[in-house]
C-alpha cells in the first residue's frame, strides 16, 4: 500500500509539474505575441475601435493557446505527411506553413480581433516558437524526467531499456548487475587523419582534443584504391566491399550504371554485401544507422539510402525527418539555420571569386542549398536521432556526418570554410558526449572516418578538357571545337588519325574523309565515368572485359593518350599476353603479377600494388581504370569532376582516414602494423561490440541467393534507379 500511494503521489507531481510548465509556456507566448503586436504595425490583436490592455491581453492569450494547441496536434500531421516531398524543400516549406498556423490561430480569436499580413504572420510564428521551445526547454533541464521525455519525444523513441548481461557481467543477471556498456560509431565523413591532427593542434576541435589526452587513442588506417563512401562504408558496415571499383561504374553483364549514391544501387550494393558475407551487418542485433548509405543490418534506421529506394510497413528511413520536424520550434531554428548557411556558402562563393582564389570551381545553382542541407538539415536531424538512440539504451549506434565532406569538395580540404564546419561538427560531439552521460548504459564512442580528401586543381581547368574529351580525341571520335584548340586535344586527335591510318593503310585523302566521322565500329563511344581523381573508360558494345591488345586494334592510340598524359599517373588494363598490366608515362609497364610499390607507382605510397591488384581481380572492373597524376611535394591530384578537394582515387591525404577510439577497448592492431582496408576497420569494430556487449550473432551464414534480400528490413521490390 505503501508503494502504491508513493506512486499515485509521484504521478500527481509529474501531473502538477507538466501543468506548471504549460501555464508558464502559455504565458510567456502570450507577453512575446503582446509585444510582437507592438512591435509589428500590421500584426493586430485588438479591434478596430481599440480594446483595454485587459482585452488585448486576453486576445493575446487567446491567440497564443490556439498556436500552442495548433502547434502540438497539427503540426505533426503536416510534417507525416510531408515525408512524401524532398528534405531540401521541407526546409524551405517551414516558415510558409509555421506562418499558415498563426493565421488559423489568428482567425479562431473571437470577433475577429487577431489580423496579421502574411510577411508579419511568417515572423510572429517563428520567434513565438523560438520563444516557447526556449522557455520549455529552460523549465524542463530543471526536472531531469521531463528534459528526458522531451528528447524522447524529439527522436520518437520510447521509454530507456536498462541493459544487463555481455561478457563481464552474464545475461539474466539480477537487478544489481552493472549495464553492459553500449556503442556510438561517429563518422565524420571526408575528414582524413591529417585533417583532424591539424584541427585539433589549431584548438578547432577541444572535445576531440580532450578525448586525445585523456581517454581516446588515434589510429590511421589506409582505404581501398577506391577510396570513397560507397566503398568505405559498404566495408565497414557490411564486412565486404568486394566488387566496387569505383563511386560509378558500368556493370556490361547488366547495362546498368551503378551509382553509390542512388538508393537502387546502395540496395542492391547492400544486397550484394549480405549474400557474400552471410550475415546483415556490423547492426544486427539492437542497433541503429543514422544518416548512412547502408544500413548495416540495424531495425532503427533513419536517412539511410539504401531503404529510400523501397516502400514498405517496415520502412523507417525517413522517421528521423518526422521525428525532428514534428516539433515546430525545431522545425523553425533549423529553417533558420538552413537559410542561414546558404546565405554564408553564398557570400563565401562571392568573396573566393573577388579574390581570385585558386583553385576554384562553380558554387553556383542549387548548390548552396545542397550544402546547407548537408551542414544543416542532415546533421541536426542525424544528432536528435542519435540523441533518442543513447537514452533509448541501443546497443550499437553508426551515424555518418556528412557536413565536411561536402563543404570540402568545393571549398577544398584546407581552409576558414572547413575550418568553421569542423567546429561546429566538434559542438555537435560535446552535445552527443553530454547526452550519453545521461543514458540508461555506459557508452563507448569511436569517432572514425571513411576517407579524407586531396587537393587540387580539377583535370579540365589544368588542361582545357574533361577525361571524356581526351578518350574520345584519342579514339578519333568528335570532340567539341574548343578540345581541339587544347595541346592535350590537338596531340590526341593527332595520334590517333596518324595510328589510324597506319593502321589501315589508307591513303591520307582517303582517310580525310572519314578523320571528322565516327568509326562503325564505336559509334556510341566508349562510357567514361568519374570518381574523384579515378577514372573508368569502358566500351559496352564488348560484352567481356577488353583487352589491351583489342582496345589496341580498335583504338590503336588511346592507351598512349592516357599513359603519356601529364594529368594521368597510370592506367590499368587487361592483358592477353600478360594477364593485366600497369601502364605509366614514357613506356612504363609492369604486369600486374609482378606489381611492387615502385616504378609507376613509387609516388603513390605503401600498399599501392596490393589495392591495384585487389582491384584487378573485381568481376566489373572497367576496360581501362584511370587514376590521375599525384604531386606527393604539393599533395594534390587532379579530379575528373568538378571538385577542387577530391576523393574516389589513390593519391594524398584522400587515402588516409582516422579511427579514434576509447583505450578501454582493445588496440585496433598490434604495435608497427597497419590497419588496411574497409573490411579490416569492419573486422576491429565487431571485436570491440564483442568486447562490450557479447557476441553479435549473425542473421544466417551463407544465405542463399535467393534468399539474401530477405534480410535487408524492408518489404517492397526495389524501385529502379533512374539511370538504371
Known amino acids: 500500500m505503501g508503494d502504491g500511494r508513493w506512486r499515485t503521489a509521484g504521478r500527481w507531481r509529474t501531473a502538477g509539474s507538466a501543468l506548471v510548465r504549460v501555464i508558464v509556456v502559455w504565458a510567456v507566448s502570450t507577453l512575446t505575441m503582446l509585444a510582437l503586436a507592438g512591435l509589428l504595425p500590421d500584426f493586430q490583436l485588438q479591434s478596430d475601435d481599440g480594446d483595454s490592455i485587459t482585452r488585448t491581453a486576453l486576445t493575446a492569450a487567446w491567440g497564443a493557446g490556439a498556436f500552442g494547441l495548433l502547434g502540438a496536434l497539427v503540426w505533426p500531421v503536416i510534417v507525416r505527411a510531408l515525408l512524401l516531398v524532398p528534405a531540401l524543400v521541407l526546409g524551405l516549406l517551414v516558415f510558409f506553413l509555421n506562418g499558415s498556423l498563426l493565421l488559423i490561430a489568428l482567425w479562431l480569436i473571437p470577433d475577429g480581433r487577431g489580423a496579421a499580413d502574411p510577411e508579419n504572420a511568417v515572423v510572429v510564428a517563428a520567434v513565438m516558437s523560438a520563444v516557447a521551445s526556449a522557455t520549455s526547454t529552460a523549465l524542463a533541464v530543471r526536472d531531469d524526467d521531463a528534459y528526458r521525455r522531451r528528447l524522447y519525444r524529439l527522436a520518437d523513441r520510447t521509454r530507456p531499456r536498462v541493459v544487463t548481461g555481455g561478457p563481464r557481467t552474464p545475461p539474466g543477471a539480477g537487478g544489481g548487475a552493472e549495464p553492459v556498456p553500449g556503442t556510438l560509431f561517429l563518422q565524420l565523413d571526408g575528414v582524413g587523419h591529417q585533417v583532424l591532427r591539424d584541427a585539433v593542434a589549431n584548438g578547432l576541435m577541444p572535445t576531440v582534443a580532450d578525448w586525445l589526452d585523456t581517454t581516446h587513442r588515434l589510429t590511421p588506417w589506409r582505404t581501398d584504391w577506391s577510396s ?9 558496415l557490411h564486412g565486404s566491399n568486394e566488387d566496387v571499383p569505383a563511386f560509378r561504374w558500368y556493370e556490361k553483364d547488366t547495362g546498368r550504371l551503378m551509382v553509390s549514391n542512388r538508393p537502387a544501387s546502395a540496395v542492391e550494393l547492400q544486397r550484394r554485401a549480405i549474400e557474400r558475407t552471410g550475415d546483415g551487418g556490423l547492426l544486427t542485433v539492437d542497433g541503429a544507422s543514422r544518416g548512412n548509405l547502408f544500413s548495416g543490418g540495424a531495425d532503427q534506421l533513419a536517412l539511410v539510402l539504401s531503404m529510400a529506394a523501397r516502400r514498405g510497413r517496415r520502412n523507417r528511413s525517413r522517421a528521423g525527418y518526422f521525428a525532428y520536424f514534428s516539433d515546430p520550434a525545431n522545425a523553425v531554428r533549423t529553417a533558420v539555420s538552413f537559410v542561414a548557411e546558404a546565405a554564408r556558402e553564398m557570400a563565401q562563393s562571392i568573396r573566393a571569386r573577388l579574390r581570385k582564389e585558386t583553385p576554384r570551381v562553380s558554387r553556383g545553382g542549387t548548390y548552396p542549398f545542397i550544402r546547407a542541407f548537408a551542414t544543416v538539415v542532415e546533421r541536426d536531424v542525424v544528432v536528435a536521432a542519435v540523441i533518442g538512440d543513447l537514452l533509448a539504451g541501443r546497443t550499437a549506434v553508426y551515424a555518418d556526418l556528412v557536413a565536411y565532406d561536402e563543404v570540402a569538395h568545393h571549398s577544398g580540404p584546407h581552409g576558414h570554410d572547413t575550418d568553421r564546419v569542423l567546429a561546429r561538427l566538434d559542438r555537435s560531439l560535446a552535445l552527443l558526449a553530454k547526452v550519453a552521460e545521461h543514458a540508461p548504459r555506459p557508452y563507448r564512442i569511436v569517432l572514425l572516418s571513411d576517407h579524407g580528401q586531396s587537393p587540387g586543381e580539377t583535370f579540365e581547368s589544368a588542361y582545357g578538357l574533361t577525361l571524356r574529351d581526351l578518350v574520345r580525341a584519342g579514339c578519333g571520335l568528335p570532340v567539341p571545337r574548343r578540345v581541339r584548340r587544347t595541346p592535350s586535344g590537338s596531340e590526341a586527335r593527332d595520334a590517333a588519325r596518324d595510328a589510324l591510318r597506319s593502321a589501315l593503310h589508307r591513303p591520307v585523302e582517303e582517310y580525310a574523309e572519314e578523320a571528322e566521322g565516327v568509326p562503325v565500329p564505336d559509334r556510341t563511344g566508349p562510357v567514361v565515368l568519374a570518381s574523384g581523381n579515378l577514372g573508368l573508360i569502358s566500351f559496352p558494345g564488348v560484352p567481356h572485359r577488353m583487352t589491351r591488345e583489342e582496345i589496341e586494334r580498335r583504338h590503336p592510340a588511346l592507351l598512349r593518350t592516357l599513359a603519356n598524359h ?51 581481380g573485381f568481376p566489373h572492373v572497367a576496360d581501362i581504370m584511370v587514376n590521375s597524376m599525384y604531386d606527393p611535394e604539393t599533395g594534390t591530384v587532379h579530379a575528373f569532376e568538378e571538385q577542387i578537394g577530391s576523393h574516389g582515387g589513390m593519391g594524398g591525404e584522400q587515402g588516409h582516414p582516422f579511427l579514434l577510439s576509447p583505450v578501454d577497448l582493445s588496440a585496433p592492431v598490434e604495435d608497427g602494423a597497419e590497419l588496411v582496408g574497409a573490411e579490416q576497420v569492419h573486422r576491429v569494430l565487431r571485436r570491440w561490440l564483442w568486447e562490450c556487449a557479447g557476441p553479435q550473432v549473425p542473421l544466417e551464414i551463407s544465405p542463399p541467393k535467393r534468399h539474401a534480400e530477405a534480410f535487408l528490413p524492408v518489404d517492397d521490390p526495389v524501385v529502379p534507379d533512374k539511370n538504371s
Open 228 to 236: 570513397q563512401t560507397g566503398a568505405s562504408q559498404l566495408g565497414i
Open 566 to 616: 601529364p594529368g594521368i599517373g597510370f592506367l590499368l588494363v587487361a592483358s592477353a599476353e600478360h594477364g593485366s598490366v600497369v601502364l605509366g608515362r614514357n613506356g612504363a609497364e609492369v604486369p600486374v603479377a609482378e606489381l611492387a610499390d615502385d616504378g609507376p607507382l613509387a609516388v603513390f605510397g605503401r600498399g599501392a600494388a596490393d589495392a591495384v591488384r585487389r582491384t584487378d
